[in-house]
């Protein structure tokens, strides 16, 4: 029991310590590929460094949500972390605290926090970003449901620990039309909610195109550090429901002996790295899409998303 | 107990499913011309590795001789066809007022893929064969959704290229439960396939030349003379 919440202890540092440099890595990937050079890979925890140690200024003429959503940010991903399987494919002590629901509901709380801050400050940006990302938001939420529908009742769980043994039990389900399905259309999800290129340019700073970014515009120093880390971790949590949840659970620790669980360590980074190619492909390869567009671009995930369920439920009901 | 080759092959037909399904929703999706041509492309792709794995499964000779019938129509001579008998500025065009607007258009493809659902139901339960189960829903959704392309499309070329999205869902569901369909045939489907393309081309060609669009619903009154004569 100690050892099972040490473990869990030891994922939500991994999400902590590996979130900077998954968003590092991936840049740097990026810039490679656009044949320039780059900022090396460890600039975002030197941007950490630099902005905890810098002085905050808060505009006198915010509210304590202005104050309190940084922290908020920073806390969601690692809640969801303790709920999903980052290292190990056996619950851990955390594990039944919530679902896969509640991981969404935890990583939308942060979500709505961070748009009320950003119209808080009355920065004519902050609240137009914060209504394109509740529209990002409001059009991705019905596929997470109808994703996290479809799961659970393959699964017949909606424990993510239970559900990753479902798909790699046979060939036949790991190819099934609705896995396939499944999976294309978290993956447009993750790039709309990790506000990525076909959805969103993390690399811009013109303040009219902005969709994520212009949440933390009016953030400086421990508030713009811990939003900034926070937005990597999330990125991260999705990266491993994606990874270890829906598409390939293997390089995950089988039992609970220490050394396993940090060899498990090195395997989830090679994945995450493997997956940092695709993305950075998918990101050099499409251009961003205009706004009123990106309603079609979700809208393909919903109708992917739907079709994946109604093929598993057929294909149960048939077999 | 089926042995893990069969399954294996099983599951990579049922990927090849998914995929030919997913092409058909990224052919409703799309506005270029050519961007439609190329998911064609790709959808006779999946179907033909459908069959060559289902042909592998069976030991049988005419499903491998079916996918390189479907190799050399769809993915080679069609589009060679089309290229050649179209000007180049036709595949650049994007189709920007539709009948349809994208999002709804995709909101009548899943309800159509989820009526194919229902209506070979019954079968894929009474057939209790997995390749069945992965072919005759998806070819059935395959020939419905291109059935709605043709209707809903506006120009020419996408309208023809939603004849043969159906014609390739009907080879799909049918490659799964009538593998013994004589060779000849196919053979015959696929010549008249490659006819109607160049006969709907050449035709094409000469609206373009004569009156400069190909769009459906503009040709909606009867001329007796080219407009040059005016």
Redesign the interface.
């Known amino acids: 029991m100690t050892r099972t919440i040490l473990y869990n202890l030891i994922q939500l540092l991994f999400v902590l310590g590996f979130a900077p440099l998954y968003s590092g890595v991936l840049s740097r990937f990026k810039e490679i590929v656009q044949s320039r050079r780059g900022p090396s890979i460890i600039q975002p925890y030197r941007d950490l460094w630099k902005l905890f140690h810098k002085d905050e200024v808060v505009s006198s003429e915010t509210t304590w949500i202005f104050r309190v959503t940084p922290y908020l940010v920073f806390i969601v991903p690692l809640f969801v972390a303790s709920l999903i399987p980052v290292l190990t494919d056996y619950p851990l002590a955390f594990a039944f605290m919530g679902d896969m629901l509640a991981g969404g509901f935890f990583l939308g709380l942060g979500g709505f926090f961070a748009a009320l801050a950003a119209v808080d400050t009355g920065n004519p940006y902050g609240p137009m970003g914060a209504s394109r990302t509740r529209m990002v938001g409001f059009l991705a939420e019905p596929v997470f449901m109808i994703v996290f529908f479809t799961v659970s009742f393959v699964a017949q769980s909606t424990i993510p620990y239970i559900v990753q043994q479902k798909w790699v039990a046979s060939p036949a389900a790991f190819f099934s039309p609705a896995h396939i399905l499944l999976l294309i259309a978290f993956l447009m999800l993750i790039l709309a909610e990790g506000g990525k290129i076909p959805v969103d340019n993390p690399a811009g700073h013109f303040e009219l195109a902005m969709i994520d970014e212009s949440k933390g515009l009016e953030y400086s120093g421990r508030g713009a550090a811990l939003m900034k880390w926070g937005g990597q971790m999330k990125f991260l949590v999705l990266t491993c429901i994606f990874l270890n949840v829906l598409l390939a659970p293997w390089g995950l620790a089988g039992d609970v002996q220490p050394g396993h669980v940090l060899l498990a360590v090195p395997l989830i980074l090679l994945k995450i790295l493997l997956f940092t190619i695709v993305l950075v492909i998918i990101e050099t390869s499409l251009a961003k899409l205009r706004l009123f567009r990106i309603s079609e671009f979700l809208g393909a995930a919903f109708i992917i998303s739907v079709a994946a369920m109604i093929a598993s439920i057929f294909s149960a009901s048939a077999a | 107990m089926v042995s893990a080759q069969t399954?294996?092959i099983?599951?990579?037909n049922?990927?090849a499913?998914?995929?030919v399904?997913?092409a058909a929703?990224a052919m409703v999706?799309t506005r270029q011309v050519q961007g439609v041509l190329r998911f064609l492309v790709v959808q006779s792709l999946f179907v033909a590795a459908s069959a060559f794995l289902i042909g592998f499964n069976r030991g049988s000779i005419d499903l491998w001789a079916l996918g390189c019938i479907m190799i050399a129509s769809k993915v080679i001579t069609i589009p060679w066809v089309l290229r050649r008998l179209l000007p180049a500025d036709l595949y650049e065009r994007r189709e920007i007022d539709q009948l349809i607007n994208?999002?709804t258009s995709?909101?009548i493809?899943?309800l159509l893929?989820?009526a194919a659902?229902f209506l070979v139901?019954p079968l894929?339960?009474a057939a209790?064969d997995?390749v069945v189960?992965?072919n005759l829903?998806?070819g059935m959704a395959g020939l419905l959704i291109g059935a709605y392309s043709l209707v809903a499309r506006r120009e020419a070329i996408p309208q023809l290229i939603g004849i043969l999205a159906m014609e390739n869902g009907a080879f799909f569901a049918g490659i799964a439960i009538a593998p013994d369909l004589p060779l000849i045939a196919e053979l015959a489907i696929a010549i008249d396939v490659i006819l109607i393309v160049v006969v709907v081309g050449v035709l094409t060609r000469n609206i373009t030349r004569t009156i400069g669009t190909t769009e459906a619903s503009a040709m909606s009154e009867l001329r007796e003379e080219p407009r040059s004569w005016r």
């Open positions: 399954q294996l099983q599951g990579l049922a990927l499913a998914g995929l399904l997913l929703f999706t994208i999002p995709l909101l493809a899943l893929a989820i659902e139901g894929v339960t209790k997995p189960q992965a829903p998806i």
